[in-house]
T-cell receptor, first 115, second 114 residues
Framework: DVKVTQSSRYLVKRTGEKVFLECVQD?????MFWYRQDPGLGLRLIYF???????EKGDIPEGYSVSREKKERFSLILESASTNQTSMYLC??????????????FGDGTRLSIL | QQPVQSPQAVILREGEDAVINCSSS?????VHWYRQKHGEAPVFLMI?????EQKGHEKISASFNEKKQQSSLYLTASQLSYSGTYFC???????????????FGRGTQLTVWP
């Protein structure tokens, strides 16, 4: 089974702090994704990466950056945390190649609170 | 490009059926369905490719209507374990699209009572 592991289930940080969320997958997947989940809004894509050192902006990249130095690890960075970034953050990974028949596998999520 | 899901919420008794719809204004290449239980990660259910095929997974099946750019998820004889939020994720081809990138709907909350 694919395992996507997020470093923390719950995290509390202060406004203005630099926050790192880590995600590791163990199935050699090329694609990795960071989503934000808020009630009633579904899953919104922040950034995704289809290869090491490659990244593309999703729908809501403002205030975030990402890093992918190794294939198995994809980090989300909140440069200067603000209260409106309080949310559930989900990481996912998928195989590349043809792309059209590859499901995304999700981690358990990190519930981040910014005070 | 976010697909529109309907209804927003469904309440059922065990054994009843439900249909959840996912509509796109843009030509679809594939539709993915996921279920998320409270406090857990979304879990993959099935993928449908363009061509109007229907797929099944136990008593949960889905169809893809390419002409209408719509997919429907059918839950038959619902069980308590079906409760959760169902999301569709849509994938597009063409200029500006990236294979593997999904656009998720806002979700349909399904509650099954005994």
């Amino acid at each position: 089974d694919v395992k996507v592991t997020q470093s923390s289930r719950y995290l509390v940080k202060r406004t203005g702090e630099k926050v790192f969320l880590e995600c590791v997958q163990d199935m050699d997947h090329e694609n990795m994704f960071w989503y934000r989940q808020d009630p009633g809004l579904g899953l919104r894509l922040i950034y995704f990466s289809y290869d090491v050192k490659m990244k593309e902006k999703g729908d809501i990249p403002e205030g975030y950056s990402v890093s992918r130095e190794k294939k198995e690890r994809f980090s989300l960075i909140l440069e200067s945390a603000s209260t409106n970034q309080t949310s559930m953050y989900l990481c996912a990974s998928s195989l590349s190649g043809h792309g059209f028949d590859q499901p995304q596998h999700f981690g358990d999520g990190t519930r981040l609170s910014i005070l | 490009q976010q697909p529109v899901q309907s209804p927003q919420a469904v309440i059922l008794r065990e054994g009843e059926d439900a249909v959840i719809n996912c509509s796109s204004s843009k030509a679809l290449y594939s539709v993915h369905w996921y279920r998320q239980k409270h406090g857990e990660a979304p879990v993959f259910l099935m993928i449908l490719l363009k061509g109007g095929e229907q797929k099944g997974h136990e008593k949960i099946s889905a169809s893809f209507n390419e002409k209408k750019q719509q997919s429907s998820l059918y839950l038959t004889a619902s069980q308590l374990s079906y409760s959760g939020t169902y999301f569709c994720g849509t994938e597009y081809l063409g200029r500006g699209s990236t294979l593997g990138r999904l656009y998720f709907g806002r979700g349909t909350q399904l509650t099954v009572w005994p």
